[in-house]
């Protein structure tokens, strides 16, 4: 295992550390609302007196039924939905890119396009590039490329692309509905050459007719109100969120609920219709008088 690897690695354990300790105090803050001893706890839930030390600090951890337990005892039935989101984050949410495409971004795609097939309300923002569902393969192939080489894990690009191509049908088929979002810098960020991106922006133009999909692009002019990386909202159960080391999964609903706010200021501020159509025809102009 190389450096890069170890720290990565380190990373991931801090994660998962830091995340018990902050549901550790959570349960904590519970136990002390009721006015209940942590032995207490411990005797009414059958534990060891020191289980309930452990869990607040985060040392322990504690499976859905010990979770269930502490809100029941401590009168918080309320919280549990929540707080089982947050242990199953804790195990499911940091998922290395080195082992997501362990078995190849292939298959990355397909579990990608379970998902989406599952999903009736698909909401989605990237501040550079266009989602996965609206592209070209030719701008696929570029993206993927360049991904593979940056992480010298090139090996399966043909299919790779193909896998891409295939979620695409989700697009026109079902009850599945579509809000994707693109900062302006997306219709200026070369992907592969000037012609792979006209095409790519025509590809968008012709996508905009699509009576599932409504598409926006936020100006870069756009006032300031939080920074903002890449997303993807699964109706209201997950989101996905890219990083460079990482994909996080997230299952919160309070999480959730704070990037549908982010989602709903950044449609505010985008611009629909015949002002993106402007805006991409502008971009296409430059593009088509380079090649």
């Known amino acids: 295992m190389g ?30 609302a009721a006015r209940l001893r942590g032995y207490q706890v411990a005797e009414q839930a059958g534990w060891h007196p020191a289980k309930v030390s452990r869990i607040e600090h985060g040392t322990q951890s504690l499976s859905e039924d010990d979770l269930s337990a502490w809100c029941r005892i401590t009168g ?46 698909l909401r989605g923002y990237d501040p550079q590039v266009f989602h996965g569902l609206l592209q070209t393969p030719d701008y696929a192939r570029a993206l993927m490329a360049a991904g593979m080489e940056f992480l010298n894990t090139s ?10 191509m295939e979620r695409q049908r989700v697009l026109h088929r079902g009850r599945h ?13 070369t ?10 922006l025509r ?15 936020v100006p870069a002019g756009a006032a300031y109100f939080r920074r903002t990386t890449d997303f993807v909202l699964y109706d209201r159960r997950k989101v996905l969120v890219e990083t460079v080391t990482a994909e996080s999964a997230i299952t919160q609903p309070r999480e959730i609920a704070l990037y549908e706010k982010v989602f709903t200021r950044l449609s505010e501020q985008a611009v629909h219709g015949d002002a993106a159509r402007a805006l991409i ?3 296409l102009a430059i593009r088509e008088g380079s090649t």
């Open 191 to 200: 992907v592969g050459t000037d012609t792979v991106m006209a095409v790519q």
């Open 155 to 164: 090996r399966d690009l043909d299919a790779a692309v193909d896998a891409r």
């Open 3 to 32: 450096k890069g690897d170890s720290a990565r690695r380190l990373r991931q354990v801090t994660n998962v550390e830091e995340a018990r300790r902050d549901l550790g105090a959570r349960l904590r803050g519970l136990r002390v």
């Open 281 to 283: 025809m502008a971009e």
């Open 76 to 121: 918080a039935d309320d919280e549990l939905p929540d707080l089982l989101a947050t242990l199953r984050n804790i195990s499911a949410a940091w998922m290395e890119w080195r082992r997501i495409v362990g078995h190849g971004y292939t298959n990355h795609q397909r579990q990608i396009g379970g998902v989406e097939e599952r999903t009736e309300l």
């Open 177 to 189: 509905r579509f809000y994707l979002l693109v900062g302006e810098q997306a219709l200026r960020t």
């Open 203 to 217: 590809h968008v133009i012709t996508l905009m007719d699509l009576p599932r999909l409504v598409f926006g692009i």
